[in-house]
């Protein structure tokens, strides 16, 4: 039972909501943690609906188990923030997912990360006691943004406000029994429409909201990428080495919702240093300094990771100018990537 919420409390709210409008989130509300109670049950379907999946979401039992962590919190503030707003280059489109070319979660020159760590401050000004995980969530953050009535997930598993898909959610715990709920007010997905899941190269997203994470090209080009020469779906990543944005770029709802106006901070200075030949050729202090930080899903320790993906894409779209880089990658330092390359030289008839 979910107990009465004076006015002050609610006046709070609102003074948090205008402050993250004012800050540049697009979006504000606030749901009492026993609105997750449903979340769980979502959780556990998921993994029924395609068993395989169970490993994958073993850590995230977390999200399920907040309350255990924080027992003292009431309310759930959460924020929506858009990323389409940001330009992206040419040569990194459609190789890089284009949120983790403008991931701000942890990235301090953003402004996004910015207005995060103020809105914090602002609510600790407020007396109230609040937690967060910028780089992993705190709750499942989806289900808290529907529960918030800040818009809908629709059949490719995304999360759409009226700006599309392109967007981050992010959430503080709050120990202040809060609750501001808005109304959305978008269309369903078309009836007969499958676009996302007819995009989907690996058919990872088999059928409308059944997603099998370990198929997805945005797993296994970062954090579940292990053995790339002995993976079946690799000639279905196509031109990605690192995410991909295929069931949300194909998506109707997100037609002309990329305005791309902004310069996203550092991203092209960085851009040199990611076309294909030059993942190649990077020095590991470099790739450690420089694009770990921002590409966070890959270790520090895994720049062969990168190397492999990329010798995979020239592979998937081989033409003669890749020869010199992949021959070359048959001396490598790392195994995995002199592996894919003998691999890929001996398919292409490479000679060094
Ligand atoms: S991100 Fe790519 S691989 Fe993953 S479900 Fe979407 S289209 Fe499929
Ligand atoms: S592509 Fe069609 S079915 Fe898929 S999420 Fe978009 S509108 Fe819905």
């Known amino acids: 039972m979910m107990s009465k919420k004076s006015d002050s409390d609610n006046s709070i709210a609102k003074l948090i909501q205008q402050k993250a409008l004012d800050l540049g989130y697009e979006k504000c509300g606030i749901i009492p943690v026993e609105m997750m109670a449903g ?6 379907e998921r993994t029924q609906k395609v068993p395989e999946s169970q490993p994958f979401y073993q850590n995230q039992q977390r999200l399920i188990r907040f309350q255990e962590d924080f027992d003292w919190a009431k309310s759930i503030v959460v924020l929506v923030k858009r990323y389409s707003k940001y330009h992206i280059p040419e040569s990194l489109r459609g190789h890089i997912a284009k949120h983790y070319l403008t991931d701000s979660r942890i990235n301090e020159n953003t402004k996004e990360f910015q207005s995060s760590t103020a809105l914090e401050q602002y609510m600790k000004e407020l007396g109230l006691r609040t937690e967060t995980n910028r780089k992993f ?12 009535g800040l818009g ?4 490719n598993n995304f999360f759409y406000t009226e700006s599309g898909s ?25 009836p007969n429409c499958n676009r996302c899941m007819k995009a989907c190269s690996t058919a990872s997203l088999s059928d409308a909201y059944t997603m099998n994470p370990l198929r997805c090209i945005s797993f296994l080009t970062t954090f579940g990428g292990r053995d790339l020469p002995n993976e079946p779906l690799a000639s279905d990543f196509g031109d990605w080495i690192y995410g991909c944005d295929m069931c949300q770029d194909a998506c ?37 300094q420089n694009i770990q930080p921002k590409f ?31 021959i070359k990658a048959q001396k490598s330092n790392y195994e995995q990537v002199r592996k894919m390359a ?10 060094t």
């Open 166 to 190: 392109y967007i981050s959610l992010e959430a503080f715990l709050t120990d202040c029994e809060m609750e501001l709920i808005e109304k959305p007010n978008l269309p369903p997905c078309p």
């Open 342 to 351: 003998g691999l890929i030289s001996t398919k292409h008839g490479l000679h």
């Open 296 to 326: 966070f899903y890959l270790s520090p320790d895994e720049l062969w990771k990168w190397q492999v993906n990329v010798l995979n894409f020239m592979d998937n779209r081989y033409e003669d100018h890749f020869a010199p880089a992949i």
């Open 252 to 288: 109707p709802m997100n037609h002309n919702k990329w305005t791309g106006q902004n310069e996203f901070p550092g991203l092209s200075e960085l851009e040199p240093y990611l076309t294909m030949e030059n993942i190649l050729e990077m020095d590991e202090d470099f790739y450690r």
């Open 39 to 44: 979340y769980e049950e979502k959780f556990h």
């Open 152 to 155: 809908m997930i629709r059949r």
């Open 137 to 148: 969530g705190i709750v499942g953050v989806r289900w808290a943004a529907l529960q918030a």
